[in-house]
């Protein structure tokens, strides 16, 4: 059996908004709305589907796994754009990138408070 994740719906205050901050930090495309959600594709065919909900929002973790290439130019968008980063999901490391498993990653939220991250190799794929 083949499974793969499609979509996931992601709550925002504002879906417009939060799909074009997430396009333009990674470099990618709002989708024509559909029903209720403003998607962004991601490169792998799962799109993240953004919808508006009222009240508070529980923020969720998505992570994105990227090419050394490709980190350097969203950490540059990060960093341009006036973000607070974090090297660690606590955010208890303000300022700093991580170097786990011999890579680089790290974490930001959107305006939904949503943390994000960027790494650039899976977990335990490889030195401590």
């Known amino acids: 059996m083949t499974v ?6 992601v709550s925002a205050h ?5 799909a074009r901050f ?13 029903g209720p959600f403003v998607p962004v594709e991601i ?3 799962v799109t993240l589907d953004y919808m508006d909900s009222p009240g ?15 980190f350097d130019t969203i950490f540059t968008r990060i960093r341009a754009a006036g973000l607070t980063y974090w090297a660690d999901p606590f955010h208890s490391r303000p300022g700093e ?9 790290t974490y930001f939220e959107d305006p939904n408070g949503h943390n994000l991250e960027i ?4 977990y335990g794929s490889g030195a401590a």
């Open 43 to 45: 490169p792998n065919g």
């Open 56 to 70: 508070d929002i529980t923020p969720q973790h998505y992570a994105f796994l990227v090419s050394e290439t490709d």
């Open 4 to 9: 793969q994740l499609n979509h996931t719906i």
């Open 97 to 105: 990138i991580n170097h786990n498993d011999g890579g680089r990653g």
């Open 14 to 18: 504002d879906k417009k908004a939060s």
């Open 119 to 122: 790494l650039t190799r899976p």
């Open 22 to 34: 997430l396009a333009d930090l990674l470099g990618l495309e709002v989708s024509p709305q559909y």
